[in-house]
């Protein structure tokens, strides 16, 4: 089965309120890992990446929190605005697995107005 | 910047036909992998395209093949299409073949088997 998981499937936000989305991975041996945004009809998007030598890393509005000891991993959106709804996915890049990245499921953010 | 570009954006086929779809790399990208993603689940890795060779391949049967060209451009290719088959195929671009170089993706290829 797949490694990389989501804790919720869906997530509903008011606007101007944060966003917590969590990801959790089972191989040890995973050292990259990107976090995505697909909207309906749309690719994945390119948010963030970080890489296992880190913990935190930021970007305009959106935090990846890297946790290895519980291999844990959350993306953080501030002030969330309707054009945030999507599905996000975390996707993990494995040691020595030719370089392709294994996604999650996926959590469908929606915000409210 | 001329981000990844797929074409065509839909497409319906029958079971036992051959298909072919294409995939033109963000500017300055060498590296392009392909992905199958099925309603309401993530992509799964198909395989990755790296000097006109094939550089990794997923767990796909070998009716899915692959080209890469030397403008780095790439075709996908299923024979003998399956109703399994009907899924978003994605193509995303990078760099370069290392793991830690983010891939981009294109708005995909919607195939419908009939």
């Known amino acids: 089965g797949e490694s990389v998981g989501l804790h919720l499937p869906t997530l509903s936000v008011q606007e101007g309120d944060n966003s917590i989305i969590n990801c959790a991975y089972s191989?040890?041996?995973?050292?990259?890992f990107i976090w995505y945004k697909q909207e309906s009809g749309k690719g994945p998007q390119f948010i963030i990446d970080?890489?296992?030598?880190?913990d935190k890393r930021q970007g305009q509005r959106v935090t990846v929190l890297l946790n290895k000891t519980v291999k844990h991993l959350s993306l953080q959106i501030a002030a969330t605005q309707p054009g945030d709804s999507a599905v996000y996915f975390c996707?993990?890049?494995?040691?020595?697995?030719?370089?392709?990245?294994?996604f999650g499921k996926g959590t469908l953010l929606t915000v409210n107005p | 910047e001329t981000g990844v570009t797929q074409s065509p954006t839909h497409l319906i086929k029958t079971r036992g036909q051959q298909v072919t779809l294409r995939c033109s790399s963000q500017s300055g990208h060498n590296t392009v992998s392909w992905y199958q993603q099925a309603l309401g689940q993530g992509p799964q890795f198909i395989f990755q395209y790296y000097r006109e060779e094939e550089n990794g391949r997923g767990n796909f049967p070998p009716r899915f093949s692959g080209l890469q060209f030397p403008n780095y451009s790439s075709e996908l290719n299923v024979n003998a299409l399956e109703l399994d088959d009907s899924a978003l195929y994605l193509c995303?671009?990078?760099?370069?073949?290392?793991?830690?170089?983010?891939?981009?993706f294109g708005d995909g290829t919607r195939l419908s088997i009939l």
């Open positions: 191989n040890s041996a995973s050292d990259y």
């Open positions: 996707a993990e890049n494995i040691r020595g697995s030719n370089y392709k990245l294994t």
């Open positions: 995303a671009s990078s760099l370069g073949p290392t793991e830690d170089q983010p891939q981009h």
């Open positions: 970080i890489r296992s030598n880190m």
